[in-house]
């Protein structure tokens, strides 16, 4: 019976051990060079192009399953766009008859204007991680949905849903330290102009392709 015991003593320490050494939490600091563009429900104008900004992320861990964590976190992202207008079907001012009179056949200015914007986000996830792969060296894909929040909104959609996916390569690294580098893809479900601008459809939906490098730290 004292053998039973100590048996059963043994093993109750070992999985302890177990559970105290297995990583539960950990918190990682992301950086990520963004890519952005849109899409336009209107093809009134044209988005082409795809424009460097940054974003910069605290995001926490949480282990649910041996291979699934639960992440939620804060940030920061500066999205930079690039819009093309035709000016083709402009009316300039050479174009006037003289007599205040637009007048098609006179010659005008052709070419597109392109215009440059600046957008700012405080960003807060939530998703799902999950390590595909055991091992020193980890695949790992994340799922999330969150909101991004302007820090300006000059009547436009402050609050702003959004979902993503990325894919990469994590590695661990003594002292409970980890890398990992994953291209990311996200999408705003919520334009970022009002629906309907004098009775035009204005909706213009951002796109943002990146690749996040983190380091986190276990415990």
């Not at 991004?148 to 002292?175: D, F």
Request: charged share 15%; net charge positive; with cysteine.
């Amino acid at each position: 019976m004292k053998k039973i015991f100590t048996l059963l003593f043994a093993a109750c320490c070992g999985i302890l051990t177990a559970q105290q050494t297995q990583p539960e939490h950990s918190v990682a600091l992301v950086v990520s060079p963004d890519f952005s563009f849109t899409r336009e429900a209107s093809p009134n104008n044209l988005h082409d192009g795809f424009r460097l900004g940054y974003r910069a992320r605290l995001d926490y861990f949480n282990q649910l399953a041996p291979r699934i964590f639960l992440k939620t976190g804060f940030g920061y992202a500066e999205m930079n766009f690039l819009e093309t207008l035709n000016s083709s079907d402009a009316q300039w001012p050479s174009q006037n008859n003289g007599n205040g009179q637009f007048d098609p056949t006179l010659p005008g200015e052709s070419g597109k204007l392109e215009l440059k914007y600046t957008y700012r986000f405080l960003q807060v996830p939530f998703g799902v991680r999950f390590h595909l792969t055991t091992g020193k060296i980890k695949w790992l894909a994340d799922v999330e949905g969150g909101v991004m929040l302007r820090t300006e909104r000059k009547n436009q959609n402050g609050i702003q849903p959004y979902i993503g996916v990325s894919t990469g390569l994590g590695t661990a690294l003594p002292g409970g330290f980890a890398l990992a580098f994953q291209p990311a893809y996200r999408y705003h479900v919520r334009s970022n102009y009002p629906e309907q601008v004098a009775g035009l459809d204005n909706r213009v939906f951002f796109h943002s392709l990146g690749l996040e490098m983190s380091v986190s730290k276990s415990f």
